[in-house]
């Protein structure tokens, strides 16, 4: 398997402009995880996904950020209008949580999107 | 408040030498604890997950130590080499489902 694949690796985008970040989790896994980094807070997490339904938003910042799910193949995160302190590492993460148990199971990290806003 | 505090937060050491990373926390209840390891500009990879009745666990040149009591834990890097040089995260679960806590990692840097 390729492992947690995401795009784009890099993004620059100017204030104000509408950022999708995409996440293609490995297969077979039933959980989705999306994550920041920056330097001063460290890793966070935004939004847990399982099997397809998100679970826990609570880490999302503002309503000006959004993820989806439509598919077990496919996840987006949308950051509309993005904002200069939106610049961070995304990361999303899968892994396969058997029934009754809690997010507690190993997670794999794709490489991350670098978001640059100016 | 879930916390997870990690020391030292930037490390360097000698090639071939030991060292040590540290890791407090105060979740509760606890359910397990990751050490991750984030090489520059790479997503983090889990070294190892110890849970409340593990004392230590080994993967290759890494040590794990859990002290449930205390709650504490540290990650012994022996015979340290380059590529060591990365970021070491500490990750704990509670029991159930609830978030994970982060440390904000340790960075380490291996010198020739």
């Known amino acids: 398997d390729a492992g947690v694949i995401q795009s784009p690796r890099h993004e620059v985008t100017e204030m104000g402009q509408e950022v999708t970040l995409r996440c293609k989790p490995i297969s077979g896994h039933n959980s989705l995880f999306w994550y920041r980094q920056t330097m001063m807070r460290g890793l966070e997490l935004l939004i847990y996904f399982n099997n397809n339904v998100p679970i826990d938003d609570s880490g999302m910042p503002e309503d000006r950020f959004s993820a989806k799910m439509p598919n077990a193949s496919f996840s987006t995160l949308k950051i509309q209008p993005s904002e200069p302190r939106d610049s961070a590492v995304y990361f999303c993460?899968?892994?396969?949580?058997?029934?009754?148990?809690?997010?507690?199971?190993?997670?794999?990290f794709g490489q991350g999107t670098r978001l640059t806003v100016v | 408040k879930n916390q997870v505090e990690q020391s030292p937060q930037s490390l360097i050491i000698l090639e071939g030498k030991n060292c040590t990373l540290q890791c407090n926390y105060t979740v509760s209840p606890f359910s397990n604890l990751r050490w991750y390891k984030q090489d520059t500009g790479r997503g983090p990879v889990s070294l190892t997950i110890m849970t409340f009745s593990e004392n230590t666990k080994s993967n290759g040149r890494y040590t794990a130590t859990l002290d449930a009591d205390t709650k504490q834990s540290s990650l012994h890097i022996t015979a340290s080499q380059l590529s060591d040089s990365a970021s070491y995260i500490c990750?704990?679960?509670?029991?159930?489902?609830?978030?994970?806590?982060f440390g904000t990692g340790t960075k380490l840097q291996v010198i020739p």
């Open positions: 990750v704990v679960s509670a029991r159930g489902y609830q978030k994970v806590t």
């Open positions: 993460a899968s892994s396969y949580r058997p029934s009754g148990q809690g997010m507690n199971t190993e997670a794999f």
